[in-house]
């Protein structure tokens, strides 16, 4: 019953700042996922006695997808599966799932933000024992793998029913269906103050979470109107869709545009959020109001008291260099320990597990706590909720008493998308080359103090990492300009600028980087090169 199947490898099996993503049309040629996971099987060696944790966010191949990881498995020799129900389990359910059952690992299905369905992207992130996705090093050696793949070992058996909790077993391997939801609301009771944020609901406070159609709606639904006892609709697109209902799963200014008009209109909630398709990133609104994620790190690292989970301390805090730099000034008041880390949060986990950091975070509409090892959408809902619940403060409120505290980094993201990937390598190569010469220099009044590439080297592993290009002025502010890791096709720059000002905190942040924009624009070319000047997504 077991077979061994010959294939011939794929040339694009390189997993990117997250695993591996690829138009759903890439990943349904046949073998496909078989030569990608048997690659994944090989570089562990030996499986018996190896439990796997394995679900997703419900997008279009999911359900084909685990049954072939499923079978693969069994065939492998796999000694356990640990699987969401109907295949079901968000990004940090997994992690939690990971962690909770000393797991050696686990697969999730999906793209993250990026659209689902025939037309849209798949995806398939690769964790390891430590519950978050696996160092470079071993996707290097996977990607290795797959460029000499010969042969697949899979089970000529029938598909597994997921749709009930409980225990099976298919030639040897034990399978348990479990609750998607249960242990990671369990997880949340513990670290968050439920009962102030019941009696917030009570006095009539109100929130929309916007679910967008994917992994999160039955986790926010339990969560906040079944326990917490929000009002009912509260939740909206709560329905986990193969397509996501033809909504970009992006929780951002551009793409939760549906939350963002109603958070912006008369009949606003008193609060916002929005997940993203596999339930890790987050957005946070007040009415007629947005907090930008490296502001909510900083305001949330300040507020770690008001937790009960973190309120015997916390160890420090993590970003990612391309994150502003907001949350250094709230590591200094408190005395607590700062790192810069490259893009990709699996760039947290040695710090996290050394203990060096308790919470992190990202520009790209992550935040998260050493509760597990990826960013957690949900858990940075909570927290807010638990500050507005403890304060008694609006999000507008808290956000302006944080800048009038500590001063405000004023800060945009600008995408180009859709750029031909050897003209964009090729201008990131120049403008590298480019940047010692750039030290000392003034532009419109900005004086460069300081322009290199990141390059970090993790101080528990001694890895070096080199992830974006930095430029630093005079007065403290930045522009960082780096390539995307997450995209399907073609090359994204994304260009970061941030601007810091102690007093004057009530600006429009684009009116306050005309400056920047400029100058990040001319000494990269990019109108020149691209022919495009204007970014295509502004966050
Ligand atoms: C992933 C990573 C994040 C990273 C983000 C953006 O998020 O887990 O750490 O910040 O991609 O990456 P890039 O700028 O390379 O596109 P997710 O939510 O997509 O898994």
Known sequence: MIKTVATVPYS?????TA??????????????????????????????????????DGRYYNDIAIQKIIKMSAANGVSRLIIGQNGFLSTPAGSNIILKNHADGGFILSASHNPGGPEGDFGIKYSNHTGGQIPSSISDDIYQQTLKISEYKICDCPDIDLSQIGHQEIYGMQIDIIDSVK???????????FSSIKQLFQKGFTMRFDAMNAVTGPYAVRIFEDILGAPKGSVVNFKPLPDFGGLHPDPNMVYAKELVNFMYSDNAADFGAANDGDGDRNMILGKNFFVTPSDSLAILTDNFNLIPAYQSGIYGVAKSAATSTSVERVAKAHNIGYYEVPTGWKYF?????????????????GTGSSH???????????????????????????????????????????????????????????????????????FYGYTISEAKPFIYIDPVDGSSTKNGLIIKFNDGSRIVYRLSGTGSSGATIRIYIERYSKTDINQEPLKMLTELFKIAMSISEIPERTGKHQADVVT
Not at 12 to 16: E, R, S
Not at 24 to 48: A, D, H, R, T, W
Not at 183 to 193: L, P, S
């Open 12 to 16: 694009d099996q390189k997993m990117g």
């Open 19 to 56: 695993g591996l993503r690829r138009k759903s049309k890439v990943v349904i040629q046949q073998n496909y996922i078989e030569n990608f996971m048997q690659s994944i099987f090989n570089v562990i060696g030996n499986l018996q006695g190896k439990t796997f944790v394995v679900g997703g």
């Open 183 to 193: 242990d990671y609301v369990d997880m949340m009771q513990q670290i968050f103050d």
């Open 349 to 365: 986990v040695n710090l996290m597990d050394s203990n060096r950091i308790t919470f992190c975070g990202e520009e790209s509409f």
């Open 372 to 442: 597990i090892r990826e960013k957690d959408g949900i858990w940075a809902v909570l927290f807010w909720l638990n500050i507005i619940a403890k304060t008694g403060k609006s999000v507008s409120q808290i956000t302006t008493e944080h800048w009038q505290k500590y001063g405000r980094s004023y800060y945009v993201r600008f995408d180009f998308e859709g750029i031909d990937t050897e003209l964009a390598d090729t201008l990131m190569l120049d403008l590298e080359n480019k940047l010692p010469s750039l030290s000392g220099k003034e």
